[in-house]
């Protein structure tokens, strides 16, 4: 609600100390209509002198402190600011430079790997050409091991084996063989001395065992004719002994592995026998594959 100017002021009680104040404070009687002018004047000029007064120095003091803590946060935040700023930038030139030796290191690695790139090229290509060349030597080994193996066999035409001969300490083992040989056939006997080249037992002595005897004719046919009247002499039946061919290891080891089937085919009354490293039965050829036999 708004107030209403026309109400007129309460009166004022006569008290004791209202006469001293008033005089002191005219200003705070009610004003009067007809001479209202010169009690203001008058008021004015009767303001005591003891009126207070706001502490205006008190403000401008601590107006200053805050300033000068204001001032003081302020440097401390820009030197914190600044010092932060200088750690940043040390670390950065720190990071830049790690940058730069990792990457003078990548740099390094990938040349290495080029290089070790290109070697593994040049590496493959040798590889390929040396397999080239193995696959070559081992063809021309085997061409090898077949020629030399054929030589060997064919060289080994001219000698004989006997088997079960008993054998004895500080023996004439020639003129033993060459007597026997005149024995088997006694129309050859005058040439055999000329027909005998080599006679050897084959193998180290051992006890209770007879080794083997190897026969190396000077001609051919001579062995020829002596391994045929073998089969069918009583001398060789009387002695215990039996002629066969010198054979290699290959053919050895094949003619083992073909014995089933020709002994099978002998009890089965077929024609069965061996030539070299082969087998027949029948006139029929049966051959046991073995490194070596071509």
Not at 82 to 102: A, C, N, P, Y
Not at 231 to 255: H, N, Y
């Given at each position: 609600m708004k107030k209403n100017n026309n109400t007129?002021?309460?009166?004022?009680?006569?008290?004791?100390?209202?006469?001293?104040?008033?005089?002191?404070?005219?200003?705070?009687?009610?004003?009067?209509?007809?001479?209202?002018?010169?009690?203001?004047?008058?008021?004015?000029?009767?303001?005591?002198?003891?009126?207070?007064?706001?502490?205006?120095?008190?403000?401008?003091?601590?107006?200053?402190?805050?300033?000068?803590?204001?001032?003081?946060?302020?440097?401390?935040?820009?030197?914190?600011?600044?010092?932060?700023?200088?750690?940043?930038?040390?670390?950065?030139?720190?990071?830049?430079?790690?940058?730069?030796?990792?990457?003078?290191?990548?740099?390094?690695?990938?040349?290495?790997?080029?290089?070790?790139?290109?070697?593994?090229?040049?590496?493959?290509?040798?590889?390929?050409?040396?397999?080239?060349?193995?696959e070559s030597l081992k063809k021309?080994?085997?061409?090898?091991?077949?020629?030399?193996?054929?030589?060997?066999?064919?060289?080994?035409?001219?000698?004989?084996?006997?088997?079960?001969?008993?054998?004895?300490i500080n023996e004439n083992i020639r003129e033993e063989v060459v007597e026997l040989l005149g024995r088997i056939a006694p129309d050859l006997k005058m040439k055999m001395e000329e027909a005998v080249d080599v006679v050897h037992r084959v193998g180290r002595a051992a006890e209770n065992k007879h080794r083997q005897i190897i026969i190396l004719f000077v001609r051919r046919a001579v062995r020829d004719d002596i391994w045929r009247r073998t089969k069918a002499s009583p001398v060789c039946r009387e002695e215990g002994i039996r002629f066969a061919g010198d054979l290699t290891l290959e053919d050895w080891r094949s003619r083992q592995a073909l014995w089933p089937k020709i002994d099978?085919?002998?009890k089965e009354g077929k024609a069965a026998g061996f030539r070299g490293p082969f087998g027949f039965i029948e006139g029929k050829c049966i051959r046991e594959e073995t490194p070596g036999t071509g």
């Amino acid at each position: 609600m708004k107030k209403n100017n026309n109400t007129k002021p309460p009166a004022v009680k006569n008290l004791p100390f209202t006469t001293q104040r008033n005089s002191e404070h005219d200003y705070s009687a009610p004003m009067e209509t007809a001479n209202s002018s010169s009690n203001k004047r008058d008021r004015l000029l009767t303001t005591p002198d003891n009126t207070p007064e706001k502490p205006h120095m008190e403000k401008k003091a601590k107006g200053t402190a805050n300033d000068n803590d204001s001032n003081t946060s302020t440097d401390t935040i820009l030197k914190a600011i600044e010092s932060l700023g200088k750690r940043v930038e040390e670390r950065m030139d720190e990071v830049s430079k790690q940058i730069q030796q990792h990457s003078a290191m990548l740099a390094s690695i990938a040349k290495s790997v080029q290089f070790n790139s290109e070697e593994l090229q040049e590496c493959k290509k040798k590889i390929q050409h040396l397999e080239k060349e193995t696959e070559s030597l081992k063809k021309d080994n085997d061409d090898i091991k077949d020629c030399v193996l054929s030589q060997e066999r064919y060289k080994r035409r001219w000698c004989l084996r006997i088997k079960g001969k008993k054998e004895k300490i500080n023996e004439n083992i020639r003129e033993e063989v060459v007597e026997l040989l005149g024995r088997i056939a006694p129309d050859l006997k005058m040439k055999m001395e000329e027909a005998v080249d080599v006679v050897h037992r084959v193998g180290r002595a051992a006890e209770n065992k007879h080794r083997q005897i190897i026969i190396l004719f000077v001609r051919r046919a001579v062995r020829d004719d002596i391994w045929r009247r073998t089969k069918a002499s009583p001398v060789c039946r009387e002695e215990g002994i039996r002629f066969a061919g010198d054979l290699t290891l290959e053919d050895w080891r094949s003619r083992q592995a073909l014995w089933p089937k020709i002994d099978q085919a002998r009890k089965e009354g077929k024609a069965a026998g061996f030539r070299g490293p082969f087998g027949f039965i029948e006139g029929k050829c049966i051959r046991e594959e073995t490194p070596g036999t071509g």
